[in-house]
T-cell receptor
């Protein structure tokens, strides 16, 4: 059974801190791993990582895929209160038109 | 360009009632899907469709029905609501192929079954 596990489930830090969110997976024929940010409502896309693109960066956010360890990390540097959200990791198994999501990490940034 | 539109945003049902959650997208996306989100469980796939006339089951399909008569619309029907179906429901769509990964989500529909 395809499985995606995120850790920690919840994290509270102070503004300006750097955080690392983890995602590990066990899926059949891995195709890609995605990170989403969910604030009040709909999840919004952050990054997609594949075998041909194992590192992505956008501003203060960056993500790395470790295919050997079957995991990914999402780093956020110099955190701001606007980074407070649930961060979702999802993986696409090969041959499947679907994404398998992890439980999410609830990140709270205190001023 | 509205993206993915879900209605209603909120709904309260009694056990045994039926209802339909509506989902429409105006991006000409081939792929559409329904997820439910429950605390501590992330998003779980209910049903999905890779094109008009084609649907398939996801992880948690029991108690739900879908159809895809047009590219734009993908309604989710609850046949006989149960308290276990209390959840937030998200519709999502994407283009075909590898782009099917990058889902565009609707704003969600919060359903409470009493």
């Amino acid at each position: 059974e395809d499985k995606v596990v995120q850790s920690p489930l919840s994290l509270v830090v102070h503004e300006g801190d750097t955080v690392t969110l983890n995602c590990s997976y066990e899926v059949t024929n891995f195709r890609s791993l995605l990170w989403y940010k969910q604030e009040k409502k709909a999840p919004t896309f952050l990054f997609m990582l594949t075998s041909s693109g194992i590192e992505k960066k956008s501003g203060r956010l960056s993500s790395i895929l470790d295919k050997k360890e079957l995991s990914s990390i999402l780093n956020i540097t110099a955190t701001q209160t606007g980074d407070s959200a649930i961060y979702l990791c999802a993986v696409r198994p090969g041959g499947a038109q679907k994404l398998v999501f992890g439980q999410g990490t609830r990140l709270t940034i205190n001023p | 360009n509205a993206g993915v539109t879900q209605t209603p945003k909120f709904q309260v049902l009694k056990t045994g009632q039926s209802m339909t959650l509506q989902c429409a997208q105006d991006m000409n996306h081939e792929y559409m899907s329904w997820y439910r989100q429950d605390p501590g469980m992330g998003l779980r796939l209910i049903h999905y469709s890779v094109g008009a006339g084609i649907t398939d089951q996801g992880e948690v399909p029991n108690g739900y029905n879908v159809s895809r008569s047009t590219t734009e619309d993908f309604p989710l029907r609850l046949l006989s609501a149960a308290p276990s179906q209390t959840s937030v429901y998200f519709c999502a769509s994407s283009v075909g192929g590898i782009g099917a990964n990058v889902l565009t989500f609707g704003a969600g529909s919060r359903l409470t079954v009493l």
